[in-house]
């Protein structure tokens, strides 16, 4: 069992490229779920889903997207990249209706850098 | 913003119980205490939660105050390997977007030989 598979796991990045985060995860989670982790700080929110076809914002998402077309799959897009969105990005998926006891499940994190 | 305050960082010696505590004063009646930890830049772990009752499970023991402001997550035997970033979460009960995990910056608990 995978669990929830990220990636890559590094990846460089110039100012003004793009290149999508890939997060898949085989638990049949309903809920998935983007966070950005800078150095020394807490993990914080960027997008998540409630399933398929639904997507919604957290507290950063700007100068991000996400699509949510199949259970499995939550990409994360980023456009245009700049030197801000250095950072680790981790993945997360959580059972049911994101209810008592169902602990997030996350994944093993992408390292990006822009320069 | 993160609506836990925990220390910063602390030390505990191999062997002996880690006692970490989280103020949670703003704990509405439908919010859980979850406490996660990181390991040296790896994804976050689930721990344990709770409500109002205390808790236990194979990793640690979660005691949360009668007036729910504030709880100890107890490892009763560290060892190197717990030296982690813990956090502690308060977080409703049904899901969108107040079911959603939010991080503070937690606290770097270092065991020592």
Redesign the interface.
């Known amino acids: 069992n995978a669990g929830?598979t990220q990636t890559p796991k590094f990846r460089i990045l110039k100012i003004g490229q793009s290149m999508t985060l890939q997060c898949t995860q085989d638990m049949n989670h309903n809920?998935m779920?983007w966070?950005r982790q800078d150095p020394?700080?807490?993990?914080?929110?960027i997008y998540?889903s409630?399933g398929a076809g639904i997507t919604?914002k957290?507290?950063v998402p700007n100068g991000y997207n996400v699509s949510r077309s199949t259970t499995e799959d939550f990409p994360l897009r980023l456009e245009l990249a700049a030197p801000s969105q250095t950072s680790?990005y981790?993945c997360?998926s959580s059972p049911?209706?994101?209810?008592?006891?169902y602990?997030?499940?996350?994944?093993?994190?992408t390292r990006l850098t822009v320069v | 913003d993160a609506k836990t305050t925990q220390p910063t960082s602390m030390d505990c010696a191999e062997g002996r119980a880690a006692n970490l505590p989280c103020n949670h004063s703003t704990i509405s009646g439908n919010e859980y205490v979850y406490w996660y930890r990181q390991i040296h830049s790896q994804g976050p772990q689930y721990i344990i939660h709770g409500l109002k009752n205390n808790e236990t499970n194979e990793m640690a023991s979660l005691i949360i105050t009668e007036d729910r402001k504030s709880s100890t997550l107890i490892l009763p035997h560290a060892t190197l390997r717990d030296t982690a970033v813990y956090y502690c979460i308060v977080r409703a009960y049904y899901g969108g977007s107040q079911g959603n995990l939010i991080f503070g910056k937690g606290t770097k608990l270092s065991v020592k030989p």
């Open positions: 929830v809920y779920y966070y020394g700080m807490g993990l914080k929110l998540y409630v919604d957290g507290e680790v981790f997360a049911g209706t994101g209810g008592v006891g602990g997030y499940t996350f994944g093993s994190g």
